[in-house]
């Protein structure tokens, strides 16, 4: 058997152990250019990031169907994903027609944050069931991730709320 060799160890400058599936990306020097371009602007895309949150939080929080993302005093969020829960005690419909209906609406929302129990390579090597991990599962059934980007236009901002309110009280109890 094989001990674990580290890289600074003379005979370590190649050798590697993949302790889990997945991928290795690396970054090509164009994107990396890009990244080093957008740090100058960080600060203004990110005030823009929490711009755009507060204002999404200010139209939801009354809305009794809809479940705002924490946010906690002592943390500066990033905001690069606006994740609402949806709360189906006060809606007449599922997450696929919420995501339909904001989709009619002509605003594309994601579900960001898959348990990994119920991606494939965990479910066939592991036999995962979706109630292995109730909480994990029954989270990500309610979760939607609304468009957020520091290049949101206020009138993007606007139709974002707009149809988000819609939907929410279109088809709330």
């Known amino acids: 058997m094989l001990g674990i060799v580290t890289r600074n160890e003379k005979s370590g400058s190649w050798y590697y152990e993949v302790v889990a599936p ?42 009794p169907s809809l479940e705002l993302p924490t946010v906690l005093d002592n943390v500066d969020h ?4 606006y994740s609402l829960r949806l709360n189906f005690d006060r809606l007449t419909i599922d997450r696929a027609r919420f995501i339909d209906e904001l989709q009619a609406r002509n605003i594309g929302t994601s579900v960001h944050f898959i348990p990994l129990h119920i991606h494939p390579y965990y479910r066939n090597t592991y036999g995962y069931v979706s109630e292995d991990f109730p909480v994990a599962f029954s989270e990500y059934l ?32």
Do not use: C
Not at 78 to 81: A, F, K, M, V
């Open 142 to 173: 309610r979760q939607i991730s609304l468009p957020i980007y520091s290049a949101m236009s206020d009138d993007d901002v606007e139709d974002v709320v707009q149809a988000v309110s819609d939907v929410a009280h279109t088809f709330g109890v």
């Open 22 to 63: 997945g991928f290795k990306y690396n970054m090509t020097d164009i994107a990396a250019a890009m990244g080093l371009a957008q740090l100058v602007r960080l600060d203004i895309m990110h005030d823009r990031r929490r711009q755009i949150a507060a204002r999404y939080g200010e139209a939801f929080a009354a809305i």
């Open 78 to 81: 990033s905001w690069h994903l």
